[in-house]
């Protein structure tokens, strides 16, 4: 078992940064890791993905402000996020997809842009 555990989220002021991180129990050679989030009363959806090759995907919203990076060595992903604004406020979520498509999530970290 493959546990995903996150960090780095935290409040802060619109216009502000945050670096969260996210870190595997154990190295495992995921097929892809990323990014998703969640807001009060919408659904999860995508921030940015990245593969073991470097290839990155990254939300609309993201684009421009947010990037992702990763270690695939050690099974680590990290995502800065710069210029947040209320809107970024959700609970963010570590993802990672291993050869056999089974997906592992972390627990979550809490991101609160004040305005």
């Known amino acids: 078992q493959v546990y995903l555990v996150e960090s780095g989220g935290g409040l802060v002021q619109a216009g502000g940064s945050l670096r969260l991180s996210c870190r595997a129990s154990?190295?495992?050679?995921?097929?892809?890791m990323g990014w998703y989030r969640q807001a009060p009363g919408k659904e999860r959806e995508m921030v940015a993905t990245i593969t073991p090759r470097g290839n990155t995907k990254h939300a609309d919203s993201a684009k421009g402000r947010f990037t992702i990076h990763a270690n695939m060595a050690t099974s680590a992903v990290y995502l800065q996020m710069d210029n947040l604004s209320p809107e970024d406020t959700a609970v963010y979520y570590c993802?990672?997809?291993?050869?056999?498509?089974?997906?592992?999530w972390g627990r979550g970290t809490q991101v609160t842009v004040s305005s």
């Open positions: 993802n990672a997809v291993d050869p056999g498509l089974i997906q592992y």
């Open positions: 154990h190295t495992f050679p995921f097929n892809i």
